[in-house]
């Protein structure tokens, strides 16, 4: 009787256990099933070695430079709720300057559909698009010098040829014949200065309208159409506001071990075709008007294996081309480098650049001719 009675509690324990256990695994499969939330903390480092020669008409011998800097140092935070939500920030101090690139929400509406809304890249130019530490150069070239805040010429916006801004974007990858991708999105104008935009004068909001389409694998080119809010004197009354049509059209093309990009930007000028002048009456001080165009082409040659410590060698070739006003001679500038980039782990890497850029006598891009050697150290976290 009383082994019956053990026999008879131990079999009821074990069932309790096994049921227990189950419900545990019932509750462990719910909440795997449930969005994960997910928080990446990722950062980069750039020391860079700049040596340059400038070409300065007052000087008889042209100053020979060196700089050692933090080029970059970048932290970005991105936190994920499932594959439907995220959030990025990301905050860089570069030249002594903390500055907020990429702050964005960005959420799933609808199979395939995203909407951002932030402060993120503008959807116009795939080398701008890229992250640096993806491409083999050190700078993007002179159309990524004219397109940044701190470096613009005589405008009163950033030449629009890449650049963040403040907005809103919808993108779509369609189901359809050559895979195609639109992105659709409106940005805070970004002129210069902090004078209000009347909104009943003018519009202060710059639209895109993007399509990519990838016709084989690793093979994609894309168009863009945009309007750019820039005011058209530098000296202006109330109605100095006006906005330039701009159109792009590029090609990323992947083929074995090399890949180029190609891009080419034509649309209403935003320079003004006049130097600042301080004491010229309004009429000689410079309009914005007539057609700018830009160009750009990078190709890379990518090795891979040739020794345990270099995982890549990578040897590149890039250009650019701007001019301002199509109509006016001799306002035009182009760049020329070359250089290879070491990969020698897979955080760490290593590139040197010479860079030539030349620019005519007229300054109104605000960039002189000059020949830099670059060198620079990278890793990523």
């Given at each position: 009787?009383?082994?019956a ?35 990446d ?50 905050a860089?101090?570069?030249n002594?300057?903390?500055d ?16 951002t ?7 116009i ?29 005589d ?49 202060p ?66 320079v ?64 020329a ?45």
């Amino acid at each position: 009787m009383l082994i019956a009675l053990v026999i008879a509690f131990t079999s009821g324990a074990a069932r309790a256990q096994e049921a227990g256990v189950a419900k545990e695994s019932e509750k462990g499969e719910a909440k795997d099933d449930k969005p994960a939330d997910e928080l990446d903390l990722e950062g980069r480092v750039f020391v860079r070695s700049t040596l340059s020669r400038l070409d300065i008409e007052a000087f008889d011998d042209e100053p020979v430079l060196h700089d050692l800097s933090l080029a970059s140092a970048r932290l970005t935070a991105d936190y994920k709720m499932g594959k439907r939500f995220k959030v990025v920030v990301e905050a860089e101090l570069s030249n002594n300057d903390l500055d907020l690139k990429d702050v964005f929400v960005r959420t799933r509406v609808a199979e395939d559909v995203n909407l951002t809304a932030g402060q993120f890249k503008k959807p116009i130019s795939p080398i701008a698009l890229e992250s640096s530490w993806r491409l083999p150069l050190v700078e993007r070239g002179l159309l990524g010098d004219l397109d940044s805040r701190t470096t613009a010429p005589d405008s009163s916006v950033p030449l629009p040829f890449g650049g963040r801004g403040i907005g809103a974007a919808v993108e779509a990858d369609l189901d359809a014949p050559l895979a195609p991708r639109l992105t659709a999105a409106i940005f805070q104008h970004s002129i210069i200065d902090t004078e209000i935009i009347d909104m009943r004068e003018a519009l202060p909001l710059d639209p895109f309208l993007r399509v990519r389409i990838e016709p084989v694998r690793e093979m994609r080119f894309g168009a863009t159409f945009a309007v750019i809010t820039h005011r058209n004197r530098r000296i202006t009354s109330s109605e100095g506001i006006d906005h330039a049509p701009l159109g792009s059209l590029d090609a990323e093309v992947e083929r074995g071990p090399v890949k180029v990009w190609l891009e080419t930007f034509l649309g209403g000028s935003t320079v003004y075709d006049r130097p600042a002048c301080g004491s010229c009456p309004i009429d000689e001080a410079g309009i914005a008007r007539g057609t700018m165009i830009g160009a750009r082409a990078l190709a890379a040659v990518r090795i891979d294996g040739l020794a345990a410590w270099l995982r890549r060698l990578e040897p590149f070739l890039a250009g650019s081309y701007v001019d301002p006003h199509l109509d006016v001679d001799g306002d035009h500038a182009y760049q020329a480098a070359t250089g290879v980039s070491l990969l020698l782990h897979e955080r760490l890497r290593l590139q040197t650049e010479i860079e030539v850029t030349r620019t005519s006598d007229d300054p109104l891009l605000m960039q002189a001719s000059r020949t830099v050697l670059y060198t620079q150290l990278g890793a990523v976290f």
